[in-house]
Nanobody, 123 residues
Framework: QLRVVESGGGAVQTGESLRLSCVAS???????MAWFRQAPGKEREGVAA????????YVADSVKGRFTISRDNAKSTIYLEMNNLKPEDTAVYYC?????????????????WGQGTQVTVSS
């Protein structure tokens, strides 16, 4: 089993930055790890994935150029650096982990999910 816990959410103004962290723990190794988000009344959306041990990342077009994903294997942690935040980035951000490398952002590929952390961006 694997447990993932997110942290770092909060309330910010438009244009500000936040860094989310996600720590994986348990008896299994976290291979691909990713961030998803869900805004009120909207479907869950894939944001960014860490696809390999070397840290190859994939970022959704909707946040490309503003969000960066990184990974620290020694800490079993991934980070989501979010810059130039916009009100439309307001959502609950979820971390997910899988038992395979090289995944993208299909939610059904990820077996382990955190409880989420709220990010609110006001104008």
């Amino acid at each position: 089993q694997l447990r993932v816990v997110e942290s770092g959410g909060g309330a910010v103004q438009t244009g500000e930055s936040l860094r989310l962290s996600c720590v994986a723990s348990g008896s299994r190794w976290p291979y691909s790890m990713a961030w998803f988000r869900q805004a009120p009344g909207k479907e869950r959306e894939g944001v960014a994935a860490s696809r390999s041990a070397a840290g190859e990342g994939y970022v959704a077009d909707s946040v490309k150029g503003r969000f960066t994903i990184s990974r620290d294997n020694a800490k079993s942690t991934i980070y989501l650096e979010m810059n130039n935040l916009k009100p439309e980035d307001t959502a609950v951000y979820y971390c997910a982990a899988a038992s395979k490398w090289w995944l993208y952002l299909r939610a059904s590929d990820y077996e382990y999910w955190g409880q989420g952390t709220q990010v609110t961006v006001s104008s």
